[in-house]
């Protein structure tokens, strides 16, 4: 009867083997968990440095007194917030692939294991359901039997040893799967957050609208104006050089005594002649900015392109992330530009200008005063690829060595 009973036990755990193996196959996102845990540490800061912010911005809309300045620091920390949601998600993802990675390691270690024991198993029990009348008609078979059972016996410690082993394994497997759990009610929980968050950060941007509605018409002639700049302009490099140069003309004009409007209307279109590749900036003065957006890095600063070294960083964020004004400025430019997709640029103090291009959608207009952490819009469905320029005086400096986060 023990010896019945091991063989069932053995059974037993072979089917529990093969069972969780059926349920452990899944179809990793990503190459090797190399990556996966490049992922999950990236997604880590990005949180850390997301919920940091957001406490600030809270605390700073505290003390703010002004309606419009307290507003646009609770706007700009609901758009932390939701930065923060989508870090979480990501994190829960990440460590579900490294988990069903896990899992899938130990199922092939299993798999190598569990088949001389599922042989030895068949055999033994085969021999213990051969009826025992059967076997006393017989004098041979009688022998064969006694036998048997003592190689069954011989036999049964190392069944047992070898279905311990497979028994911790199971039981291992079983703790991968309450991990991966556990990270799914995380993503889950995730999710939710960030759908609150994103549906409080619209009712928020609705109402800034409608308080602003008096500074709609100022707002509706200079987006026209930056729109036909859009359309004169020969690339997009010339397109910042003429905001750059609009900017300067503005900041003169106001340290002017009197009231000085600015112009109504841009100068002539200067011819644009070819120009050598624009000088890269790599030691410059730094500036209280952070990445506009987080995801995984697709090409770095200065990288070989076929236009000559790229003058910003492009990024693989989720699809529809959060994308914030990386300082404290102005919006320059916002709207769709050829080659480009629906692109935003940002004036900062210091000669200072954010370019963000690619985006799905925009929040911002032509003229808004925007807080650093300021919603300008979210990234495209899919697979969206943004990329990020930041420069100084016309020269492109290294977003990722001013990332104050």
Not at 51 to 60: G, K, N
Not at 139 to 167: F, I, Q, Y
Request: hydrophobic share 45%.
């Amino acid at each position: 009867m023990t010896s019945r009973f091991a063989f069932i036990s053995a059974c037993l755990a072979l089917a529990g083997v093969a069972a969780w193996q059926a349920s452990a196959q899944k179809a990793s996102p990503y190459a090797d968990a190399g990556e996966a845990g490049e992922v999950l540490r990236q997604a880590g800061q990005a949180l850390a440095k997301s919920r940091a912010r957001a406490d600030a911005l809270e605390q700073a809309a505290r003390k703010v007194t002004a309606e419009a300045d307290r507003t646009a620091k609770e706007v700009a920390a609901v758009a932390a917030r939701i930065q923060q949601s989508e870090a979480e998600i990501q994190v829960a993802e990440a460590k579900i692939v490294l988990i069903d990675q896990q899992r899938e390691r130990l199922r092939n270690r299993m798999a190598e294991r569990q088949e001389p024991v599922v042989r030895l198993t068949a055999a033994l029990q085969l021999m213990a359901r051969r009826p025992l009348a059967f076997s006393l008609v017989r004098a041979e078979s009688l022998r064969d039997t006694v036998h048997l059972r003592a190689v069954m016996e011989t036999m049964l410690p190392e069944v047992r040893r070898r279905t311990a082993g497979l028994r911790i394994e199971i039981e291992r497997s079983r703790k991968l799967q309450a991990e991966a759990q556990l990270a799914a009610d995380e993503r889950r929980k995730g999710e939710k957050s960030l759908q609150a968050r994103r549906t409080e950060l619209a009712a928020m941007e609705s109402r800034q609208r409608l308080a602003s509605r008096e500074a709609q018409g100022v707002a509706s002639r200079e987006a026209d104006r930056t729109m036909a700049l859009a359309e004169q302009t020969r690339d997009l490099s010339s397109l910042l050089d003429r905001l750059e140069e609009d900017g300067s003309l503005r900041k003169q004009l106001a340290a002017l005594p009197g009231p000085v409007l600015p112009p109504s209307r841009p100068g002539d279109v200067l011819q644009v002649v070819d120009a050598p590749p624009p000088m890269l900036v790599t030691n410059a003065p730094r500036l209280p900015w952070i990445m506009p957006v987080s995801g995984r890095l697709v090409s770095g600063f200065g990288a070989a392109s076929a236009t000559g070294p790229t003058t910003g960083v492009t990024l693989a964020p989720s699809a529809g992330a959060q994308v914030v004004s990386p300082a404290d400025g102005r919006i320059a430019f916002a709207g769709p530009y050829r080659g480009y997709g629906t692109i935003v640029i940002v004036e900062h103090d210091g000669g200072w200008t954010t370019l963000v291009t690619n985006l799905g959608r925009i929040a911002a207009r032509v003229g808004d005063k925007v807080v650093q952490g300021s919603p300008l819009g979210i990234a495209g469905t899919g697979r969206p690829v943004l990329t990020v320029e930041l420069r100084r005086d016309g020269a492109p400096v290294n977003p990722l060595d001013q990332d104050a986060g």
